[in-house]
Nanobody, 113 residues
Framework: QVRLVESGGGLAQAGGSLRLSCAASGSICSFHTMGWNRQAPGKERELVGTITNNGRTNYADFVKGRFTISRDNAKKTVYLQMTSLKPEDTAVYYC???????WGQGTLVTVSS
């Protein structure tokens, strides 16, 4: 059974940076496209970006140029580097295995103005 655990959330100031991690159990996660998603209070969950098993990335327009997704398949970990944070980036961030539709519990990011 696949288990995803996010970490690295917390409080940041506008303009600051945070790096989120998503550690996966289950060897098959190394070969799947992974995604980062977020859900702000009172809003629908939205896709932030994805990364394929060979490192190709795609991003939502609202994070392009600010967020970077990477992965270390040997460590079964996916990262979300967030820079130039804005208050509107405040949300619970979730990683998911897009093939298995498996989700982590999320990590809260709060950006103060």
């Amino acid at each position: 059974q696949v288990r995803l655990v996010e970490s690295g959330g917390g409080l940041a100031q506008a303009g600051g940076s945070l790096r989120l991690s998503c550690a996966a159990s289950g060897s098959i996660c190394s070969f799947h496209t992974m995604g980062w998603n977020r859900q702000a209070p009172g809003k629908e969950r939205e896709l932030v970006g994805t990364i394929t098993n060979n490192g190709r990335t795609n991003y939502a327009d609202f994070v392009k140029g600010r967020f970077t997704i990477s992965r270390d398949n040997a460590k079964k970990t996916v990262y979300l580097q967030m820079t130039s944070l804005k208050p509107e980036d405040t949300a619970v961030y979730y990683c998911n295995d897009r093939f298995l539709d498996a989700w982590g519990q999320g990590t809260l990011v709060t950006v103060s103005s």
